[in-house]
């Protein structure tokens, strides 16, 4: 993974059920970029998301390189369904501290 993005909404116990949602946002030949969400199974409520930016690496040459024909394949199926929902309004968000606000004192 080359970069991660994640909001914690609202906590979970650690037997609670919980379902997770993926969306596919974007791809091209050698990185993925993802977006999941995790509910409380039962009550619902929307508990994390997750936004990623992940890198396909060859794991012999221990370098970056371009998804196998049928990885594309099955992305580019999964884009066709992902790329007609709505995106998420925590997609694309930045961090950072503002450098006119800074304080030290």
């Known amino acids: 993974?080359?970069?991660?993005?994640?909001?914690?909404?609202?906590?979970?116990?650690?037997?609670?059920?919980?379902?997770?949602?993926?969306?596919?946002?974007?791809?091209?030949?050698?990185?993925v970029?993802?977006?999941e969400e995790m509910y409380h199974a039962s009550e619902g409520y929307l508990a994390a998301t997750s936004e990623q930016l992940g890198l396909h690496v060859d794991?012999?040459?221990?370098?970056?390189?371009?998804?196998p024909p049928d990885v594309i394949s099955r992305l580019e199926s999964m884009y066709a369904?992902?790329?007609?929902?709505?995106?998420?309004?925590?997609?694309?968000?930045?961090?950072?501290i503002p450098k006119s606000k800074r304080s030290l004192s």
């Open 1 to 31: 993974t080359m970069e991660v993005h994640v909001h914690y909404l609202q906590e979970l116990s650690l037997d609670d059920p919980i379902e997770v949602h993926f969306r596919l946002l974007d791809f091209d030949a050698k990185r």
């Open 33 to 35: 970029h993802f977006f």
């Open 59 to 67: 794991m012999e040459s221990r370098r970056s390189s371009p998804f």
């Open 81 to 96: 369904q992902h790329s007609r929902l709505e995106v998420p309004s925590q997609v694309g968000h930045t961090i950072g």
